[in-house]
């Protein structure tokens, strides 16, 4: 039943039309359109939830070696955080511009994260990244 609202919740955030496009990873994450806390399930946290998702799917390809591009800086997923969501989720999210593409990250040979943890990011990313 949680993943049929969740399900529903997303399709009808994708219907609400193109939205605006984002111009620059610094876009806020109010632009998304996913709200609500994934049916009653605790709120997703960056020490709960997002900095273990970072490190088991993205710090291999996004190290601390990379400036701009390091995902195990807390800042940097700040600063990133609509691209981010954008490209994790896995359907279209109304603000995204589409590049980029629903489900294009992670990028590789995996391990890729589930529909629900994709969501779960997105949650986060639009609750304002609690930590």
Same mark, same amino acid.
């Given at each position: 039943?949680? @993943?049929? +609202?969740?399900?529903?919740?997303?399709?009808?955030?994708?219907?609400?039309?193109?939205?605006?496009?984002? $111009?620059?990873d610094l876009a806020t994450p109010s632009d998304l359109a996913v709200t609500g806390d994934l049916a009653g399930a605790p709120a997703p946290t960056y020490a709960g939830?997002? *900095?273990?998702?970072?490190?088991?799917?993205?710090?291999?390809?996004?190290?601390?070696?990379?400036? $701009? /591009?390091?995902? $195990? *800086?807390?800042?940097?997923?700040?600063?990133?955080?609509?691209?981010?969501?954008?490209?994790?989720?896995? $359907?279209?999210?109304?603000?995204?511009?589409? @590049?980029?593409?629903?489900? *294009?990250?992670? +990028?590789?040979?995996?391990?890729?994260?589930?529909?629900?943890? /994709?969501?779960?990011?997105?949650?986060?990313?639009?609750?304002?990244?609690? *930590?």
């Open positions: 039943m949680r @993943n049929l +609202i969740c399900m529903l919740a997303l399709a009808l955030a994708a219907c609400g039309g193109g939205g605006t496009p984002a $111009t620059s939830f997002a *900095q273990p998702f970072f490190v088991k799917y993205c710090i291999s390809c996004h190290p601390s070696a990379s400036s $701009t /591009r390091d995902f $195990t *800086q807390y800042s940097v997923l700040q600063q990133n955080a609509h691209n981010i969501a954008c490209g994790v989720s896995p $359907t279209a999210l109304s603000g995204c511009s589409g @590049n980029p593409a629903p489900s *294009q990250f992670p +990028i590789g040979s995996g391990p890729f994260p589930t529909d629900d943890e /994709r969501r779960q990011l997105v949650v986060w990313v639009q609750d304002g990244l609690p *930590q």
